[in-house]
């Protein structure tokens, strides 16, 4: 149980064009998923919670117009990078938190989604 | 500013000895510690939490925590080359809510055969 997968895992683009990320929980819901960014060699990133039916909260430096989430049910939290730029490729990679009920009070990762930028 | 500290490695151990990862950290209101385990390319996965003092096991692994010290640790007894990995120690910063997650940047362990 405490599945949450991402798609797409991998993906490549231009410089300027925009890319959306889904982060679903399978088999439980979640009010609240996050989304991180890994850089090489480098630890994991908050950069932005995302609260069901409300306004995500992004950390000090990530731009919220750049890096657009929308989490639109209990499952689905998306991350949209716009425009992006050679210097956004990285690995980025969200989490869930189950509801009180439906599990243990931990983060469940998704399998991340690696973002190349040409 | 919360932070978390490891050494970066690699640790070095030889196949069947016991390899022993630390973590410091700053925030002394920091109530829950996790380390994940990282293969390359990879999510980092789960292997413990630990709330309280003192030591808590699961298998090959011991997590220990010590809140006057501000420092977390995690024992691998009988370490195999498919532990191999970096090891992330977490901690839940409880802010507001929320339970964001602050990352170490991680500990790279080789286990050689």
């Known amino acids: 149980g405490a599945v949450v997968s991402q798609h797409p895992s991998r993906v490549i683009c231009k410089s300027g064009t925009s890319v959306k990320i889904e982060c679903r929980s399978l088999?439980?819901?979640?009010?609240?998923m996050f989304w991180y960014r890994q850089f090489p060699k480098q630890s994991l990133m908050l950069m932005a919670t995302?609260?069901?039916?409300?306004?995500?909260?992004?950390e000090q430096g990530v731009e919220k117009d750049k890096f657009l989430i929308n989490h639109a049910s209990l499952t689905l939290s998306t991350l949209t990078v716009t425009s992006a730029h050679p210097e956004d490729s990285s690995f980025y990679i969200c989490?869930?938190?189950?509801?009180?009920?439906?599990?243990?009070?931990?983060?469940?990762f998704g399998p991340g989604t690696r973002l190349t930028v040409l | 500013q919360k932070e978390v500290e490891q050494n970066s490695g690699p640790l070095s151990v030889p196949e069947g000895a016991i390899a022993s990862l630390n973590c410091t950290y700053s925030?002394?209101?920091?109530?829950?510690f996790f380390w994940y385990r990282q293969y390359s390319g990879k999510s980092p996965e789960l292997i413990m939490s630990?709330?309280?003092?003192g030591d808590k096991e699961d298998g090959r692994f011991t997590a220990q925590l010590n809140k006057a010290s501000q420092y977390v640790s995690l024992l691998i007894r009988d370490s195999q080359p498919s532990d191999s990995a970096t090891y992330l120690c977490?901690?839940?910063?409880?802010?507001?809510?929320?339970?964001?997650?602050?990352f170490g940047s991680g500990t790279r362990l080789q286990v050689q055969p």
């Open positions: 989490s869930a938190v189950p509801v009180p009920g439906q599990g243990t009070d931990t983060q469940y």
């Open positions: 088999d439980f819901q979640a009010t609240t």
């Open positions: 995302s609260n069901e039916g409300s306004k995500a909260t992004y």
């Open positions: 925030d002394r209101v920091s109530q829950s």
């Open positions: 630990i709330y309280s003092n």
């Open positions: 977490a901690l839940d910063t409880m802010d507001t809510g929320r339970r964001a997650l602050t």
